[in-house]
């Protein structure tokens, strides 16, 4: 596709709820990295994939967070058991290599309830 | 002038106005820094990025500055329009080897026609 794309735009769930938010990156890249941006703050670093190796998931908060890339293009981010801390967005983000230019999809916005 | 606001410094500008917005990074071995725009409801795009065997890079109507001594970085936005307007964040990250981007704080610009 043009960019990277994240679905859904926007979710709210109940607190206890499972969610899982899409990553489409672009096509051929080979990094794929998710951030969680709270409001008013900068994006913070969560995970990265290297085609379907996950090579790095130090950012993840709990064990209630999961990631996967299973073939090495789409990525899912699952929370499990949400809770209201979790409200932020959520950021995907892709590169041709790693520590080139990354570029962004527009997020996924979690809410809590 | 320059403000604090509840989360973000805020920088307001009037259209034409040069802009210059600062960022201080925190690791001695970072050696690349991207300057990133985002919109609201949007993720961020990519600016303009430095080497830290640079110390000056422009591109159209923005410069980054890096000052390594003091850790320093800094996003000049010549003749700043509305359309401007928007939160900055510097990264940094390790151009060799395996890292990710580590974002600042951010900065709020907010351009007056």
């Known amino acids: 596709g043009a960019g990277v794309s994240q679905s859904p735009r926007y979710k709210v769930a109940k607190r206890g709820q499972d969610v899982a938010l899409r990553c489409d990156p672009i096509?051929?890249?080979?990094?794929l990295f998710w951030y969680q941006q709270a409001l008013g703050q900068g994006p913070e670093f969560l995970t990265y994939?290297?085609?379907?190796?996950?090579?790095?998931k130090s950012g993840l908060p709990s064990d209630r967070f999961f990631a996967e890339r299973p073939e090495g293009s789409v990525s899912t981010l699952k929370i499990q058991r949400t809770q209201q801390e979790d409200s932020a967005v959520y950021l995907c983000?892709?590169?041709?290599?790693?520590?080139?230019?990354?570029?962004f999809g527009q997020g996924t916005r979690l809410t809590v309830v | 002038g320059e403000s604090v606001g509840l989360h973000l410094p805020t920088l307001s500008v009037q259209e034409g106005d040069n802009s210059i917005i600062n960022c201080a990074y925190s690791?001695?071995?970072?050696?690349?820094f991207i300057w990133y725009k985002q919109e609201s409801g949007k993720g961020p795009q990519f600016i303009i990025d430095?080497?830290?065997?640079?110390d000056k890079r422009q591109g159209q109507r923005v410069t980054v500055l890096l000052n390594k001594t003091v850790k320093h970085l800094s996003l000049q936005i010549a003749a700043t329009q509305p359309g401007d307007s928007a939160v900055y964040f510097c990264?940094?990250?390790?151009?060799?080897?395996?890292?990710?981007?580590?974002f600042g704080k951010g900065t709020m610009l907010l351009v007056s026609p």
């Open positions: 983000a892709s590169s041709g290599r790693t520590n080139t230019e990354a570029f």
């Open positions: 096509s051929g890249h080979v990094s």
């Open positions: 994939f290297q085609n379907e190796a996950q090579l790095d």
């Open positions: 690791n001695s071995a970072s050696d690349y």
């Open positions: 430095i080497r830290s065997n640079m």
């Open positions: 990264a940094e990250n390790r151009e060799s080897g395996y890292s990710t981007l580590t």
